[in-house]
């Protein structure tokens, strides 16, 4: 049960391009990151999200992390017009979000792959994982997440509201 859910998580980052790998040597700069495995149990099964461990990033202390979210009293307000106006109002959730969002650019974050998954992907001993997009355990990840969602949503027409400080 554990090992599927594992397969099901990696297919994801499959799936969604989110590593490529690459040689250790021609990075010698950058020191790669750990990761690990983080496992949960629900009523269907298990769940097993791969993480990586953000606080070792390197530039750590520099990076813009602020993800804006709707504040109690916004969204009480917004649910009391929409039921004023007898709106429709429809809930969704986005699979493996944070697997969306874009690495800001000129960062450079290599992954020490865990030994499961260096077989999984077939790695050799000299590769890492170079991260290609963000991921599960960077402190900038719901940024990542919110900034290319505002992207799509804007190329597809829709605004946004600028009420709330």
């Not at 699979?95 to 499961?116: C, K, M, W, Y």
């Not at 077939?122 to 991260?131: F, I, K, R, S």
């Amino acid at each position: 049960m554990v090992q599927n859910a594992k397969e099901v998580e990696l297919r994801e980052w499959i799936l969604k391009d989110v590593v490529r790998p690459v040689l250790r040597r021609d990075y010698p700069d950058v020191v790669p990151i750990q990761m690990r495995w983080v496992l949960t149990w629900k009523g269907e099964g298990a769940k097993a999200r791969l993480v990586v461990r953000g606080y070792q990033v390197a530039d750590l202390g520099t990076i813009r992390t602020a993800s804006p979210t709707c504040s109690r009293r916004g969204r009480n307000l917004f649910l009391q017009a929409a039921a004023q106006y007898e709106c429709r109002l429809f809930k969704g959730d986005v699979r493996v979000a944070f697997l969306q969002g874009d690495l800001e650019d000129g960062r450079t974050i290599l992954v020490e792959p865990s030994a499961e998954v260096a077989k999984f992907l077939d790695l050799t001993p000299d590769q890492v994982l170079l991260l290609q997009q963000a991921v599960y355990g960077l402190v900038d990840a719901p940024r990542r997440w919110y900034l290319r969602f505002f992207s799509d949503m804007a190329k597809t027409g829709w605004r946004a509201n600028h009420l709330e400080p």
